[in-house]
């Protein structure tokens, strides 16, 4: 028999015997937290992947871990935030059939709305509500409350992003500006900027003349590229294709891409973001001067 699938079956067989134990012994906490960490190390080992092609190949074995560590324990917060961002990232940057994307992009933010249910049972159930009434309760997070905010914002993005040819979809734009608003206003700094890089696209969907924000999103993506002291190549992408394409400015645009595939991509938390962002400023940048 091969040795790598031995050591590989051995792995799980302890992996499921360890937990195994926990559970039988009564150890509800502490399984709890080891399912926790185990979800934190894998999304960590998985963003911190530098092949693009073993992200694609190997996350689907990871989603369908977490969804068993979730299964398990539903109402634990850092597991559905976990299983979210996975599921989403997976959804936004690995998959190329539309139809995946919306089952997977759907189960990202199923994830974070669950989360948002166990942390904010009162937000939980205006998300569906008039926007007056959702406002209301978002304007009642605390700082406590952000990561959840923003992961719910992040997966809901993802969603829209996925259904883009959905107006119902479209409509709830608002609502993801309102969390990400809330959550800068309680956190600035939070997430290495990653909720200002959202807010920047969001401003820069449409062209002033017809109520976009260009500017605003210029400052956005300015203040994520400054939070991230200018490791999150795709700050530079999106800032390059969503704000520099929309005002037609080709010498920023070329610069931005240039700047991203001339970094290191290997950051850790975001190594796979960073390769993923190079590869779509090539495509940006080879096909700058047919836009421009």
Known sequence: MNTHRVCTIS?????????????????????????????????????????????????????????GLIHDDPRNVDLLLAGSRLYGAYAGGLVDDAQRARRLSARSFDYARRASCVRRAALCEQLTAPFEAFAAQVAQLQRGDVAVAQALAAAWAGRIQANSDDWQAIADIPRVQALLERVVALDPDFGQGEPWMYLGVLATLRPASLGGQPEQGKADFDKALALSHGHNQMVRVLYAEKYARLVFDQALHDRLLREALAADPHVPGLTLVNVLAQARARKLLDGSKDYF
Do not use: N
Request: aromatic share 4%; with cysteine; charged share 15%.
């Open 11 to 67: 792995a799980w067989r302890a992996l499921a015997l360890a937990l195994a134990a926990l559970a039988v012994a009564g150890c509800a906490g502490i399984a709890s937290k080891a399912g926790a960490r185990l979800s934190a190390s894998l999304s960590a080992g998985i963003l911190d992947q530098d092949d693009i092609a073993t992200a694609r190949e190997g996350i689907p074995a990871w989603l369908l871990l977490v969804d």
